[in-house]
Nanobody, 127 residues
Framework: EVQLVESGGGLVQAGGSLRLSCAAS????????IGWFRQAPGKEREGISS???????YYADSVKGRFTISSDNAKNTVYLLMNSLKPEDTAIYYC?????????????????????WGRGTQVTVTS
């Protein structure tokens, strides 16, 4: 059974940092692209970062230069280091995984590109 479990969320002041973890199980981790999404209250879920099996990465403009995605294949875990957090980063953060039809050089970042989802972790940034 494919499982994705997010952790590391919490309450932080603006300018602070958090590192989210996405622990994967039930599938061959090396074969899957992993993405991070977030959903703020009243807004649609958006893709903010992802990493493909060939190392290709994607960052949304809203997080570029502040967030860094990385993976530890030995631990079947993908991390999202979030620096210089802003109140507008407040959201539930989800990780997702996909294997199907991901071309080299492309880091999928749209909801429909993903097959498996975690339950999310809350990030709240206070001003």
């Amino acid at each position: 059974e494919v499982q994705l479990v997010e952790s590391g969320g919490g309450l932080v002041q603006a300018g602070g940092s958090l590192r989210l973890s996405c622990a994967a199980s039930g599938f061959t981790f090396d074969d899957y692209a992993i993405g991070w999404f977030r959903q703020a209250p009243g807004k649609e879920r958006e893709g903010i970062s992802s990493v493909n099996t060939d190392g290709s990465t994607y960052y949304a403009d809203s997080v570029k230069g502040r967030f860094t995605i990385s993976s530890d294949n030995a631990k079947n875990t993908v991390y999202l280091l979030m620096n210089s957090l802003k109140p507008e980063d407040t959201a539930i953060y989800y990780c997702a995984a996909t294997k199907n039809g991901v071309p080299a050089g492309w880091a999928p970042h749209r909801i429909y590109e993903y097959d498996y989802w975690g339950r999310g972790t809350q990030v709240t940034v206070t001003s």
